[in-house]
């Protein structure tokens, strides 16, 4: 029940395409869902978050999309570029309170390629 | 601001060897994780402090691995002996505040280990 599921493994597209990068969780008691990169030989940075009271969220080229009901949400990239080819991650954490808070539960990872 | 740091970048041990990796965090974080980044995989969480305390070492093997962070600033992640499966990358990340579900974990570049 602790599981976050991301789909698919690897992505290929052209420069310009539009990846969409799919998660699905279990656990309705999350309640905050990051996105994270992470190029070759650095850690996971940061990129973009949503809280489930919204349905969407956008910050410049990366958007979110959040479905409660179907506790789904994905990772669109608009007009993708070679520099985004990276492993990109989701997330999911709660506040449990106690020992709980704060941590992140993360997908497989998504290794995504957008050739030039 | 300085990033997360951490040492070794690259160890090779045999099987049954003690390894020990450290972590300096961003100054002024209260809250240091430390995950573990199998290939393929994202990183799981082994163990969370705050300031010097644990807050959630529930998946830490704790027969084989270790952690302390003195004086709520450095912390090292030892593990004795190592197995095969222990072969992964180990980030370090930390956070601001008292790791709330928005507070935002910036990784170190981790150590990557391979036992042999």
């Known amino acids: 029940q602790q599981q976050v599921k991301q789909s698919p493994q690897s992505l290929i597209v052209q420069k310009g395409g539009i990846p969409i990068i799919n998660c699905a969780y279990e656990?309705?008691?999350?309640?905050?869902f990051p996105w994270y990169q992470q190029f070759p030989g650095k850690g996971p940075a940061l990129l973009i978050a949503?809280?489930?009271?919204?349905s969407e969220k956008k910050e410049g080229r990366f958007t979110i999309s959040f479905n409660k009901s179907a506790k789904q949400f994905s990772l669109h990239i608009m007009d993708s570029q070679p520099g985004d080819s990276a492993t990109y991650f989701c997330?999911?954490?709660?506040?449990?309170?106690?020992?709980?808070?704060?941590?992140?539960?993360f997908g497989q990872g998504t290794i995504l390629t957008v050739h030039p | 601001e300085a990033g997360v740091a951490q040492s070794p970048r690259y160890k090779i041990i045999e099987k049954r060897q003690s390894v020990a990796f450290w972590c300096n965090p961003i100054?002024?974080?209260?809250?240091l994780y430390w995950y573990q980044q199998i290939l393929g995989q994202g990183p799981k969480l082994l163990i969370q402090?705050?300031?010097?305390?644990?807050?959630?070492d529930s998946q830490l093997p704790k027969d084989r691995f270790s952690a302390e962070r003195l004086k709520g600033v450095d912390s090292t992640l030892k593990i004795q002996p190592a197995k095969l499966e222990d072969s992964a990358v180990y980030l370090c990340?930390?956070?601001?505040?008292?790791?709330?579900?928005?507070?935002?974990?910036?990784f170190g570049p981790g150590t990557r280990l391979t036992v042999l």
């Open positions: 656990n309705t008691a999350f309640d905050y």
């Open positions: 990340a930390s956070s601001r505040l008292r790791g709330g579900i928005t507070d935002t974990q910036y």
């Open positions: 402090f705050q300031n010097n305390g644990v807050v959630d």
């Open positions: 100054s002024g974080h209260a809250t």
């Open positions: 949503i809280r489930p009271d919204v």
């Open positions: 997330a999911a954490s709660m506040y449990a309170g106690g020992t709980s808070y704060g941590k992140l539960t």
